[in-house]
């Protein structure tokens, strides 16, 4: 198997560098490919291992950016040039790699002793197309080619004593990049770092889409910059953001700048990134699951005949409640069917303010509203879960007579009822108040509410108000 040296400037490529070494790793083993941060160990000097490393080495991958300041390759001490001039004395294979719009520096721009560089032919490597150049350059390695030489090798040999190529034959070509594992960082590096583990999954995306409030984006901006300047943290977040979540490949570019600004010397300051974002806006639409009340697709797989647009129902009523209480900022949307576990997990994180999820067969039908709370430091997250169902009916004609006649009124009861909680949550009682009041008159009579404390406090409210009991 080939050794690859992965030859880089921190400043220019620190976040490429990491991505493809991860990805190379996968396909050839980490003893297979060299680069300084994860393979040079404590106790060892830098130049004692950089020379082991490049004689061992068969090919030397020529990381270079926007910000590759080929001016410093003229100065004696620099690394990077050493690195090339030893490469070039040990005679490896030399591929550039030009990072997302950068160009190949031509002579004049090098010292006497590199300017060899430009005759060797490059390839690309682009963000937003990782999968595919990421391929093209396993090819340009020969890296794909090992599972068709052992082809022939085991036509010409026999059978009897060829079964590790034919292993190799019929190993399963390697996997695309975005279908790649992100590698969790150690606890000891989350704890040297003081970094936790819920920014590198969940809050940083949401610190770089814009989608914190902007006291949280202050408090946990200090965190963030830790993260981003430390490589292998800074290569999680990215994994993280681009595998776990649906952001489009421009979305995951910009989390990617985003990160690096982070990172950058002298922007110190949450005022700094807000006024980068200002100038560089989060492309697109924040994706539906950072949205402050998510509706998933109600489970009818047990369901005899037909189908009740429940989901679609109640988002279509939250929106016209939201925008008559004035709290058309939050958003609302509905994402594909998921089993109850998956909405718990989403409520888990506190990254929603509501989780709707439901159920209906051939007799039933259950509304589940889970409100997330983020959880404090080593503390289980909260969800507190509210059950609205109808009682069983003695046949699916039944059901479908009652939900046609009761859907319309359960969707606007859910909706002002959540409204009302969260202008409580929002310090607007009055307005809360007003939200449930008028719950209490379209609260349809079949619904039972599954929780009993609030049940009475809905027959309460209702007594209150002069309208009939349930």
């Keep these: 198997m080939k050794s690859i040296f992965i030859c880089y400037r921190r400043e220019d490529s620190r976040q490429a560098s990491g991505r493809l070494f991860d990805a190379l790793t996968k396909i050839v083993g980490a003893e297979n490919v060299f680069k300084d941060v994860h393979s040079i160990t404590a106790g060892e000097t830098w130049r004692d291992t950089i020379n082991s490393y490049i004689d061992k080495s068969d090919i030397l991958l020529v990381m270079i950016g926007k910000n590759w300041q080929a001016h410093r390759l003229s100065e004696e001490k620099d690394t990077l040039r050493d690195e090339l001039e030893l490469a070039k004395a040990a005679k490896l294979t030399i591929i550039p790699v030009l990072l997302d719009g950068a160009g190949m520096p031509t002579q004049d721009d090098l010292p006497e002793s590199l300017r060899w560089l430009p005759d060797y032919q490059a390839t690309l490597l682009r963000d937003a197309d990782f999968s595919y150049d990421f391929e093209r350059l396993l090819k340009s390695l020969g890296i794909q080619q090992y599972r068709k030489q052992a082809l022939k090798w085991a036509a010409a040999i026999g059978v009897a004593s060829i079964s590790l190529l034919v292993w190799e034959a019929f190993r399963p070509a390697p996997t695309p990049i975005d279908e790649l594992e992100c590698l969790q960082p150690t606890e000891s590096l989350l704890e040297n770092r003081n970094v936790t583990q819920r920014f590198l999954n969940d809050q940083a995306p949401l610190l770089v889409s814009g989608k914190l409030d902007r006291s949280e984006a202050i408090a946990l901006y200090p965190m963030a910059q830790r993260a981003s300047s430390d490589e292998t943290l800074a290569s999680y977040m990215q994994c993280q953001a681009r595998q776990n979540y649906p952001f489009t490949e421009p979305q995951s570019s910009y989390f990617n700048q985003a990160i690096d600004f982070i990172s950058s010397a002298g922007n110190n300051s949450v005022e700094d990134f807000y006024s980068w974002k200002n100038n560089n806006p989060f492309p697109g639409r924040i994706p539906p699951v950072y949205s402050d009340i998510i509706i998933a697709e109600f489970d ?97 004609t039944a059901l479908r007579s009652i939900v046609s006649d009761t859907l319309p009124a359960t969707a606007t009861f859910l909706s002002l009822y959540l409204v009302g909680q969260l202008k409580y949550d929002a310090d607007e009682y009055i307005e809360g108040n007003r939200a449930w009041d008028l719950a209490m008159e379209t609260l349809p009579a079949e619904i039972e509410i599954g929780n009993p404390a609030l049940d009475a406090f809905f027959k309460a409210r209702r007594l209150q108000l002069g309208l009939p009991p349930r």
């Design 300 to 396: 009818g797989s047990q369901r005899t005949e037909g189908s009740f647009a429940v989901a679609n129902r109640i988002e279509s009523s939250l929106i016209d409640e939201l925008t008559e209480f004035n709290l058309d900022n939050l958003s609302v949307s509905v994402l594909p069917q998921m089993s109850r576990e998956e909405a718990q997990k989403l409520a888990d994180k506190g990254l929603n303010r509501v989780v709707i999820w439901g159920w209906y067969d051939s007799l039933d039908l259950q509304i589940r509203v889970m409100f997330g709370q983020e959880p404090e430091a080593d503390q289980d997250p909260i969800v507190t879960e509210v059950t609205l169902e109808l009682p069983p009916s003695s046949d699916a």
